[in-house]
């Protein structure tokens, strides 16, 4: 689903009920044209497509994607966003699972709903990683799936459960600590 933020007028340019059609295919910058774009499908079998000198892997952050996404003609996922599988699959700051008695009650409330069938929240936090990795590989395999193990900002980590009570504000989070951490990836094979 296309999409452009920071237009800065379009609610007051753009009329409730017409049609337009807005184009994100031309690098950062969206354009909206008034009407129904004029599209013409081509059909192109994936068998005929040509063999690239490059790899063509996926990026994924979210399992419940992956198995939508493993038929593609793509040689593994050159990508997971760890931090989006943490996002969108457990949605707990890590930090909070293990210090319980440092975040808010409504928030250890929240965790502990979560995690009631597991036997402690950091126990949760490990399973529901475990199995949101092991969603995207399971549906990959037997080809290769490199895993980075985290790169969210303070601001996307303060959104999580317990959050705001490890996360700085920072004046700009894409530079801050997070360009100062450092980041490991590891590929792991699941073929043995």
């Known amino acids: 689903m296309p999409c452009i933020v920071g237009t800065k007028d379009a609610t007051d340019t753009l009329e409730t009920g017409k ?16 009407g129904d774009a004029k599209i013409e499908k081509i059909h192109v079998s994936l068998n005929e497509l040509p063999e690239t000198k490059t790899e063509v892997k996926l990026i994924l952050g979210d399992p419940d994607s992956a198995l939508s996404h493993a038929n593609l003609p793509v040689k593994g996922v050159g990508l997971v966003r760890q931090e989006f599988v943490v996002a969108s699959h457990i949605g707990v700051h890590p930090k909070a699972v293990l210090n319980m008695d440092k975040i808010s009650e409504e928030d250890r409330k929240e965790i502990m709903r979560r995690s009631i069938n597991d036997p402690s929240p950091a126990d949760f936090f490990v399973r529901k990683l475990a199995e949101g990795v092991g969603s995207i590989a399971a549906a990959f ?16 980590y303060c959104q999580l459960v317990g959050g705001r009570n490890f996360e700085p504000i920072e004046e700009n989070p894409m530079i801050g600590l997070r360009g100062g951490k450092l980041h490991f990836d590891y590929t792991m094979d699941f073929t043995k």
């Open 19 to 34: 049609t337009y059609t807005i184009d994100c295919s031309r690098g950062s910058e969206g354009q909206v044209y008034e």
């Open 141 to 156: 395999f037997p080809k290769p799936v490199t895993v980075r193990l985290g790169d969210f900002k303070s601001n996307e």
